[in-house]
Every structure is written in structure tokens, then in C-alpha cells.
């Protein structure tokens, strides 16, 4: 079972209240992740990903065990604590301003 901490404009639109709990099938990626997540909550197509290029937005951010996970690349396996359900994979909104 993983776990997914989403920014609270994204669990708003999913209708979810705290973390999501997901099954993903193989090995968990960050790909596998994402899929599971927009399978379930379809809602949530396109806002962390791209509809076409599947890249992540530009003021999304993805972390785990305390490691910024962002620049990985899609099918890198997901830390261990993640893949077990110890530890939250979150999607934070960043922010920018000047």
C-alpha cells in the first residue's frame, strides 16, 4: 500500500480528506505512482502531469524521505519506506514570487 500526501487545492478536487492510499502492481516508480493515482482519482489527469507529454508541472514537486525526487527520472524505483507504506510519497505545490 502506498501512501500519497497530496497539496490541499488537489484533495479539494479529488474529494479526499488526508492521504491517499494506493495499490500499485510491479515495482513501485514514479511513473506507477502517478498512473495509480489518475486511475483512481481521474479528476486529478492533467494537473500534476501534462495530458501529452506526461512531464510534471512546472510548480509541482515530488518528495520522499526527506529527498527532493523531482528531477528523477519516471520509472527510477521509489525508495524502499515508500514502496512498503512507511513513509508518504508527497506532491507538494511550489511556489515562486518575487
Do not use: N, W
Request: hydrophobic fraction near 45%; proline fraction near 7%; charge should be negative.
Amino acid at each position: 500500500m502506498i501512501r500519497v500526501v497530496l497539496p490541499a487545492h488537489l484533495r479539494t478536487l479529488a474529494h479526499v480528506d488526508g492521504e491517499v492510499k494506493l495499490e500499485v502492481e510491479g515495482q513501485v516508480t514514479l511513473r506507477a505512482v502517478l498512473d495509480a493515482l489518475e486511475a483512481r482519482y481521474p479528476v486529478l489527469r492533467g494537473t500534476i502531469r501534462d495530458h501529452v507529454t506526461r512531464q510534471r508541472r512546472a510548480f509541482v514537486r515530488y518528495f520522499a524521505c526527506e529527498q527532493d525526487l523531482s528531477h528523477e527520472p519516471p520509472d527510477a524505483p521509489l525508495p524502499d519506506a515508500v514502496a512498503t507504506g512507511a513513509e508518504p510519497f508527497l506532491i507538494v505545490g511550489a511556489m515562486a514570487g518575487g
